[in-house]
């Protein structure tokens, strides 16, 4: 009874303790859960002696995709604040052990007119730099693959920034140009509008559309101008011509930032099996993203059915904030998103597993990686709230029989490697 209650005085004394052995707790289970451990790839399994704790605390963790920027510029949300309903801050991503994000500079074109992208591009691109300004101690901005891993020997949180949408160029090279200069690292050709030079697969059936049949002229020169700079090239969103017209222009690796698996889940956003053997032949990466409707067939066709009502209500809150001569501030119509998604409920976690898991025997292990879409999505899968779950990735990873150096790959690995071998492809010199 003593033991008993020096345990409890101690666990009331150090949360810290407390969360650790939660967490410990919480991977045991999944790894109860998850099907039994098997070969991959011509490895035994892992013995259960290995820690998967340890390995995912000793990993250098990198998400390609968040849209947090959208929180800084709009609720005047600082990242290192309590995370008052989003998915990813500072706290959630130490708990996790995240060491970089890429954080999404994505501008609503249904919000933003077309020649007004640039502007509000620059407004989230400051809103980010202002996080590092803000938290020097904290945060550091990243512009290399080397320079995260300085970052994370210092014990800082490594910033990067990603284009989400080539609208936000404005068909200009020129602002391609500054958008690098400020910082950017990648840029998504597309997001789920079509734009001047580049299919997207969000509208490609629609067909009061105007379609270029994947990339125009200049669009190939984006690609091209993003190679020569040492930017990665990302192809989620894109329609499947448009991505193999990035395959067969492209110099340089190619990463999908946030994406999964089209042979899994019936999504036009997600990568066919030819298209991850492509990424693969082409040395790049594909991150697995966390959206239900990308991860969860089931899922993907309750949120499809819900589409005209949900429409409906989006369609209201755009006429509401129209009357102000506002645009729908990303929040309001999330909030919306959030509760339609409520009535769904949320999709196995294991559907997730299952779209790594593919990825991987598709692809490859040195060709997956991390894009969560957290503060851009209305719902993460069962098990994930934060950025602070991330290491339940990891065991039910290995709870499948994949060794700890095939996580230090998927974590950031992978995606460490593809950013500097896309660095070193620059020519700058042109």
């Known amino acids: 009874m003593v033991l008993i209650m020096k345990k409890l005085s101690l666990l009331a004394y150090a949360p810290s303790l407390c969360a650790a052995l939660?967490?410990?707790?919480?991977m045991s289970a999944i790894a109860?859960?998850?099907?039994?451990?098997?070969?991959?790839?011509?490895k035994k399994a892992m013995s259960q002696t290995v820690d998967p704790l340890a390995v995912h605390?000793?990993?250098?963790?990198?998400?390609?995709?968040?849209?947090?920027?959208?929180?800084?510029?709009?609720?005047?949300?600082?990242?290192?604040?309590?995370?008052?309903?989003?998915?990813?801050?500072?706290?959630?991503?130490?708990?996790?052990?995240?060491?970089?994000?890429?954080?999404?500079?994505?501008?609503?074109?249904?919000?933003?007119?077309?020649?007004?992208?640039?502007?509000?591009?620059?407004?989230?691109?400051?809103?980010?730099?202002?996080?590092v300004r803000k938290a020097p101690d904290k945060l550091q901005l990243c512009l290399t693959s080397d320079?995260?891993?300085?970052?994370?020997?210092?014990?800082?949180?490594?910033?990067?920034?990603?284009?989400?949408?080539g609208?936000?160029?404005?068909?200009?090279?020129?602002?391609?140009?500054?958008?690098?200069?400020?910082?950017?690292?990648?840029?998504?050709?597309?997001?789920?509008?079509t734009n001047d030079w580049a299919d997207s697969s969000g509208d490609i059936n629609d067909t009061t559309i105007t379609h270029h049949n994947g990339l125009t002229p200049f669009g190939k020169?984006?690609?091209?101008?993003?190679?020569?700079?040492?930017?990665?090239?990302?192809?989620?969103?894109?329609?499947?011509k448009t991505f193999?017209?990035?395959?067969?222009?492209?110099?340089?690796?190619?990463?999908?930032?946030?994406?999964s698996a089209r042979a899994l889940t019936q999504a036009p956003r997600n990568l066919t099996d030819e298209m991850l053997q492509a990424v693969a032949k082409n040395d790049g990466v594909v991150m697995v993203n966390f959206?239900?409707?990308?991860?969860?067939?089931?899922?993907?066709?309750?949120?499809?059915?819900?589409?005209?009502?949900?429409?409906?209500?989006?369609?209201?809150?755009?006429?509401?904030?129209?009357?102000?001569?506002?645009?729908v501030p990303y929040t309001a119509s999330d909030r919306i998103d959030r509760e339609f998604a409520a009535k769904i409920g949320r999709a196995p976690f294991n559907s997730l597993i299952d779209h790594f898991d593919h990825v991987i025997k598709v692809a490859g292990i040195d060709h997956v990686g991390i894009g969560t879409d957290f503060d851009g999505i209305p719902v993460p899968p069962d098990g994930i709230d934060s950025a602070a779950d991330l290491p339940k990735i990891t065991a039910a990873l290995m709870a499948r029989g994949y060794t700890a150096d095939d996580m230090k790959k998927l974590l950031g690995g992978n995606l460490l490697r593809v950013f500097r071998a896309v660095q070193l492809a620059a020519d700058k010199s042109k």
């Open 57 to 131: 605390q000793s990993a250098i963790v990198v998400d390609t995709h968040a849209d947090t920027p959208q929180r800084f510029v709009d609720e005047n949300w600082n990242f290192t604040d309590p995370l008052n309903g989003g998915m990813l801050n500072y706290d959630s991503a130490r708990k996790g052990n995240l060491a970089a994000q890429f954080f999404s500079i994505w501008v609503d074109p249904g919000q933003y007119p077309a020649k007004e992208s640039a502007h509000r591009t620059l407004s989230l691109i400051d809103g980010t730099l202002e996080q």
């Open 32 to 42: 109860q859960a998850t099907p039994a451990a098997k070969q991959t790839h011509g």
């Open 22 to 26: 939660l967490m410990t707790f919480e």
């Open 221 to 240: 020169q984006v690609v091209q101008e993003m190679n020569r700079l040492g930017m990665m090239v990302d192809i989620s969103h894109v329609s499947d």
């Open 147 to 165: 320079d995260i891993i300085t970052a994370h020997k210092s014990g800082r949180f490594a910033v990067l920034m990603g284009i989400e949408g």
């Open 291 to 327: 959206f239900p409707a990308f991860i969860d067939e089931s899922w993907r066709l309750a949120w499809a059915a819900q589409g005209p009502e949900r429409k409906k209500a989006l369609d209201a809150l755009a006429a509401e904030y129209k009357a102000k001569g506002l645009p």
């Open 244 to 259: 193999w017209d990035v395959i067969a222009t492209t110099r340089a690796p190619v990463i999908a930032s946030h994406s």
């Open 167 to 193: 609208h936000s160029i404005e068909n200009d090279l020129g602002l391609l140009r500054d958008f690098y200069r400020l910082g950017v690292r990648y840029m998504t050709l597309t997001w789920s509008n």
